[in-house]
């Protein structure tokens, strides 16, 4: 029996085949510190998910309960709380709107990527899947893409990937500094030109048709 767990960082929750927006937003200081915010939004299918939490099981998968997802979350948060360099993590679990939130303040990037290398190894995920999403030096800011996501939504169940279909995508990145350039022309940055947006489409990203990584330089 298959059993579905809540892990927000790695996108994939137990609300089977509901639409949903990933919202990730990052503010950079010159300094190398800075803020992540992340979002896994539901709401627009409520009703269904609501549907799926009264069931014991969904396409193979035990359905766990509201308790245990609560518990799920309350695990990352203790995992990030004890990462170096990560301080203030406030996990928000809106279990009537289906919102989950995970927010936290970071010395370096780096101490960042810490967080996503820890969480790969709670969940014994594949060790080749590199975690080392950002990096910024010398006023250059990377968000870099290398999970192989085409190939592991390849080996995915039809039934299960459906759930992505619908999914929407959305970066926010906000500086001290003014942008000089981006890599990224989908991205627009906006009029104090301290902040870029990117909205994309999940399965445009699997398939390679869009593409969610950008280097942004500053001045």
Not at 185 to 195: D, H, I, L, W
Not at 203 to 215: A, F, P, Q, R, S
């Amino acid at each position: 029996m298959k059993k579905i767990y809540f892990l927000p960082l790695l996108c994939f929750t137990i609300l089977f085949q509901s639409c949903f927006e990933v919202i990730e937003e990052v503010k950079m200081k010159d300094d190398g510190s800075g803020h992540f915010n992340f979002v896994i939004n539901f709401s627009q299918s409520k009703t269904k998910i609501n549907s799926v939490l009264k069931m014991q099981k969904i396409n193979g998968y035990t359905i766990p309960s509201k308790e245990e997802i609560k518990k799920e979350a309350n695990k990352l948060e203790e995992l990030a709380q004890n990462t170096t360099g990560i301080s203030n993590v406030k996990t928000n679990i809106d279990l009537t709107n289906y919102i989950f939130v995970v927010d936290l303040d970071f010395q370096k990037i780096t101490y960042l990527n810490a967080v996503f290398l820890k969480l790969k190894k709670s969940k014994k995920i594949d060790p080749s899947i590199t975690t080392d999403y950002f990096s910024y030096n010398d006023k250059k800011f990377i968000r870099s893409q290398k999970v192989p996501i085409k190939a592991l939504y390849d080996k995915m169940e039809k039934a299960d990937a459906v759930v992505f279909e619908t999914a929407k995508y959305t970066s926010v990145y906000k500086f001290d500094s003014t942008i000089k350039s981006f890599s990224n022309k989908n991205a627009t940055p906006s009029k104090s030109k301290k902040a870029i947006k990117l909205n994309s489409s999940v399965i445009n990203v699997i398939n390679g048709n869009e593409k969610i990584e950008n280097t942004i330089t500053l001045n």
